[in-house]
């Protein structure tokens, strides 16, 4: 029976955090309350609620956007310029800088600018960036622009990634917000393509049109988060850490944070690749037209966007550590099959359902690091992974570019491979199994990087001990 005093303690608990009887618990050797889960955010239990979950997808649909027409463009900025693959591809390593200095600040920006901090922050580092890339200067202040849009998308990714993600129905609602990013994705390159190859227009002139949406999602994200801040963050949090500030470097400590940050920094730089160079192997590889291989690239985000809504319902159904393993285990079968199969057809409909597996891979690796992760490390563990993850769209389709510019583009695919195959592995060493809510109970038995994989190792050493 709990002691008065431990029964006290209980009833303020449940009443600051809003939680269950069942979601409260003493340890067998402390006094202290252990918080076992607390109490989810529904996406629409208020208007506030439903306002900022629009937003925010509004503001992932414009991240797509951005980042989808890279890859389209780029056979465009390279004739503009006269420039080589190597060259033309630091505007994708140019966002790396960006994304990695917010991974740096993004809990700091939480802790003392609250997420109405963030939403002025990347809303007015994107549009500067943009503004920069409307008047197409000399290539070397290009990839200065992307550094300011890869810092705010990075700053965006961090927060709204680990608000959703704590969220009632966080794969469902993960889904949709990453689908909003692959929709961007889609008509991103659409847009551009129609207007270069059917309008005759120049490359730049489509970031009138992604500037003007970009100032529409400014005005909504900073109205939906002006109430979000810092004083209300930190109170949020008050239960889980005092209210004191968790930091980048205590949540770097942990090898969870790196399992994910470079798990999704391998994700990331895949998905970034096959979206920015599509439309350049198709070209120069599979022989298409050009409006046609412009296509191409929509046909994958298409894919993507589709893969993250649908498959969404599914992977918190069957658990985020099975669902994942399987959606890899078929992107690794089809990117053999796009590689392997000389014709555009059959790279077309092999690189849609390329996207489409591909699809909720991040959204599902969110979920998990909330469920194996304390609360009060969410912003800043999911933060600096998101954000180096982030990195993997510079560094990997910029390492594609360096090496096509000596042995061609169509190194892009065993590159691809290669990378879903790490990623795989590295999957498979996240703690919890492959049973549905192992995940929690891992956390709960403190389980570590690669515990089944050890498990597993000391069976076989007992198993070949029997054998001998």
């Not at 208007?47 to 890279?70: E, P, Q, W």
């Not at 399992?259 to 391998?266: N, R």
């Not at 996240?430 to 549905?436: A, D, T, Y």
Request: include cysteine; aromatic fraction near 12%.
């Amino acid at each position: 029976m709990l002691q008065p005093r431990r029964l006290m303690d209980k009833a303020i608990c449940l009443r600051k955090t809003k939680a269950t009887p069942r979601q409260f618990r003493y340890s067998e050797t402390e006094t202290k309350p252990i918080y076992l889960k607390r109490r989810l955010v529904r996406w629409n239990e208020s208007g506030a609620i439903m306002y900022r979950f629009v937003a925010t997808s509004n503001s992932f649909i414009l991240k797509g956007m951005s980042d989808g027409v890279t890859g389209a463009l780029i056979p465009y900025i390279e004739t503009y310029y006269n420039i080589t693959y190597t060259i033309v591809s630091l505007v994708f390593l140019a966002p790396f800088v960006g994304y990695l200095v917010a991974s740096l600040v993004n809990g700091m920006v939480h802790h003392y600018a609250g997420q109405r901090g963030v939403a002025v922050m990347a809303s007015f580092s994107r549009v500067a960036g943009l503004l920069t890339l409307v008047f197409h200067p000399p290539y070397p202040v290009l990839p200065v622009a992307m550094l300011f849009v890869g810092f705010g998308n990075g700053l965006e990714d961090s927060a709204w990634n680990a608000w959703v993600g704590n969220m009632h129905n966080a794969n469902e609602l993960l889904g949709i917000m990453h689908g909003a990013y692959g929709l961007g994705a889609t008509i991103g390159p659409l847009i551009a393509t129609a207007m270069i190859t059917k309008g005759g227009l120049q490359w730049y002139t489509y970031y009138y049109v992604q500037l003007g949406a970009d100032v529409v999602g400014v005005t909504l994200l900073i109205t939906s988060f002006w109430g979000a801040t810092a004083k209300a963050y930190r109170e949020s949090h008050k239960v889980h850490n005092g209210g004191q500030r968790t930091t980048t470097r205590q949540v770097l400590r942990k090898p969870l944070t790196w399992l994910l940050a470079v798990f999704l920094l391998g994700y990331v730089g895949a998905e970034v690749s096959l979206g920015g160079w599509i439309v350049t192997f198709m070209l120069r590889v599979r022989d298409a037209e050009p409006f046609i291989a412009g296509l191409s690239a929509t046909f994958f985000w298409l894919g993507l966007t589709v893969g993250r809504v649908i498959l969404g319902f599914i992977t918190g159904r069957i658990g985020e550590k099975l669902a994942i393993t399987i959606y890899l285990g078929l992107t690794v079968v089809l990117q053999l099959l796009y590689w392997l199969v000389p014709t555009f057809a059959a790279s077309a409909v092999f690189v849609t359902f390329l996207g489409f597996f591909l699809g909720p891979l991040f959204p599902g690796a969110i979920v998990a690091a909330t469920k194996l992760l304390p609360s009060d490390q969410h912003v800043s563990a999911i933060g600096f992974a998101c954000a180096f993850g982030g990195g993997g769209a510079a560094l990997v389709p910029f390492a594609v570019g360096a090496i096509a510019e000596s042995k061609g583009v169509y190194v892009l695919q065993p590159i691809v491979l290669a990378i879903l195959v790490t990623i795989l592995l590295l999957w498979l060493a996240m703690p919890g199994g492959l049973r549905r809510g192992g995940l929690e109970r891992a956390r709960e038995n403190q389980e570590g990087v690669g515990h089944e994989i050890g498990q597993a190792i000391r069976w076989a050493k007992v198993k070949t001990g029997k054998t001998a």
